[in-house]
């Protein structure tokens, strides 16, 4: 079947077509929801989506994609997570692309997007620095232009995976205005080029996702601008739907709450009445979650205006965050000096890692926007509060 007639499909008949190509071709063990696809395993998996035309169900099929209605992309998406598909961190595809068809020349769109689709680019998110992480705006990371190329100066923090891309997309300060939204940039630049260094950051969690990425006196093409030269605000805030769809499942904290199931079962508290009183709280949380992104997913499908959504699926993150903290904590009181055992807990008959459980948690109401800025917008443009 062609990928632009997977539209034609029934809902249902596309959804077990999917899953059946799920359990053909992703690993078995592999499956776990909170693990994230890096290196050769990321490359592998999403180079089997697009041979098999499974790849972008979001980008429109001139692109390359396999332009998928709305509905469809959120049962891929469910489809995923059912199998408990390890998410690969793929900004080019999530982040970039979409940035690419909006604001992008008919040069950059030919020659990046085919590379995005194929991996044969990998890209990492230059955003954040040392004093501009939830104030972004603050940014401080130079490009002052030289004839042809920019030549650019400043740091980056909190780059996922730099270690594993060849590309980073960046904001970087082109002009000092009056309000320090203006004059900023958009700009793509290989990894590759003199001048750029990259230092992984070890977190509590033993890995080393993060990343400073240090540029002294790089040369970029002027020609690597993505739309307007001092306007970049903008085209940074520039997404699709599906990646709403991922931001506000409730996929991890459904599987937190199966963890909990699992370690107060092989601690013996299963039927003890406070267990049963905290699970209770935690299922209903849970049941919250799943019930408001369905009614937020069900709004996009229908077409609403962005702005409306965007506010539920910004809730979502926030509730589904703090919820997940609140689930590992309780794992941790439950399993006891288990809790602490650096991978699995065989002398309970547990197989999950639960001190790495906590410890991925404790970020997850930092990054994509702290727990307070999220608030704050919420306060501002759902509620109508006064800044």
């Known amino acids: 079947m062609s990928r632009n007639d997977f539209n034609t499909l029934s809902d249902e008949a596309f959804r077990a077509r999917f899953r059946s190509w799920i359990a053909q071709n992703y690993p078995s063990d592999l499956r776990n929801p909170l693990k994230r696809l890096t290196g050769k395993a990321a490359r592998t998996w999403l180079q089997s989506q697009l041979r098999d035309g499974w790849r972008a169900p979001g980008l429109p099929a001139e692109y390359g994609g396999m332009g998928l209605s709305m509905r469809k992309q959120l049962i891929y998406q469910e489809e995923l997570e059912r199998f408990g598909v390890a998410r690969p961190i793929d900004h080019g595809l999530r982040l970039l692309a979409p940035v690419l068809i909006r604001y992008g020349t008919e040069k950059q769109k030919a020659y990046y997007l085919p590379r995005i689709l194929s991996c044969a680019d990998m890209w990492c998110q230059g955003y954040s620095e040392p004093n501009a992480g939830s104030d972004l705006a603050n940014l401080k990371t130079a490009a002052v232009l030289e004839g042809d190329r920019y030549v650019v100066n400043g ?98 904290v459904r599987y937190a709450l199966t963890v909990l199931r699992d370690t107060a079962a092989a601690v013996g508290a299963s039927s003890s009445t406070s267990y049963l009183e905290l699970h209770g709280r935690h299922a209903s949380d849970v049941a919250d979650a799943c019930a408001l992104y369905e009614l937020s997913c069900e709004a996009a499908i229908r077409g609403n205006e962005p702005d409306d959504s965007d506010h539920d699926f910004m809730m979502l993150k926030l509730f589904n965050a703090e919820l997940l903290q609140r689930l590992t904590e309780s794992i941790q009181e439950l399993a006891g000096h288990y809790g602490g055992v650096i991978g699995a807990a065989p002398g309970i008959g547990l197989k999950e890692d639960l001190e790495w459980l906590y410890m991925i948690a404790r970020p997850v109401t930092i990054f994509g926007g702290t727990a307070q800025v999220q608030r704050n917008i919420l306060a501002r443009r759902a509620l109508g509060l006064p800044a």
């Open 155 to 252: 740091q980056k923090i909190w780059t996922t995976l730099a270690t594993d891309a060849n590309m980073i997309f960046m904001l970087v300060r082109t002009s000092v205005q009056p309000r320090k939204q203006q004059g900023i940039t958009f700009l793509l630049a290989d990894l590759n080029t003199p001048g750029i260094e990259i230092r992984p950051i070890r977190t509590l969690a033993g890995d080393e996702h993060f990343c400073e990425v240090f540029f002294k006196d790089v040369a970029v093409p002027a020609e690597n601008v993505v739309g307007r030269v001092d306007e970049g605000w903008s085209v940074a805030k520039a997404l699709l739907g599906f990646e709403r769809f991922s931001h506000g499942s409730p996929e991890l």
